[in-house]
């Protein structure tokens, strides 16, 4: 490889080692990257283990939540309280749609009402503490992919000079 080849001659040709030396680390660089973020520049789950794992937290909670709402729904739906068998998402919450006129009936926070007032989106008081927790894991997934971002634009900033120079060099 040419920056092994470049390295070796360390001793004979210093500029020509150091030149080596940044060759290896403009490729570690590139290939975090393009671990890190996708064909959409979005962050992948391989762009940390702490990302992945905090990802897979909101993913199984998601899941809670939305087993506890088919068996909500399964049973309201007997009832005729339920505008129709789905649920929705209201303000980041997971709501079901209640026939305005049974708005009392169903133990719950009200999030949003349908523009003819004829729906309710009401989170069941039994999601409350699941919904929470996907609200906390959220904030956490969104920390460490700040936390990341910073990284990899400090290692860019770190090596905006030479890219600069060599991109002068190229023309």
Do not use: C, W
């Amino acid at each position: 490889r040419l920056h092994d080849l470049m390295g070796f001659q360390g001793d004979d040709a210093p500029r020509l080692a150091a030149r080596g030396r940044a060759i290896d680390h403009d490729r570690r660089f590139a290939k975090r990257t393009l671990r890190s973020i996708d064909e959409q520049g979005q962050l992948t789950d391989d762009a940390s283990p702490e990302l992945a794992s905090l990802r897979q937290k909101v993913r199984s909670l998601r899941n809670e939540a939305q087993l506890q709402l088919q068996s909500l729904i399964r049973e309201l739906d007997e009832t005729g309280l339920l505008r129709d068998r789905n649920f929705t998402v209201r303000n980041d919450r997971y709501v079901l749609p209640v026939k305005s006129e049974f708005q009392g009936r169903v133990d719950g926070i009200v999030h949003d009402a349908s523009q003819t007032h004829q729906t309710v989106f009401i989170e069941p008081r039994a999601l409350l503490q699941v919904g929470n927790r996907i609200k906390i894991a959220h904030a956490e997934v969104e920390q460490e992919e700040q936390r990341i971002l910073a990284e990899l634009s400090a290692e860019v900033a770190e090596l905006a000079p030479r890219l600069e120079s060599d991109l002068g060099h190229a023309g």
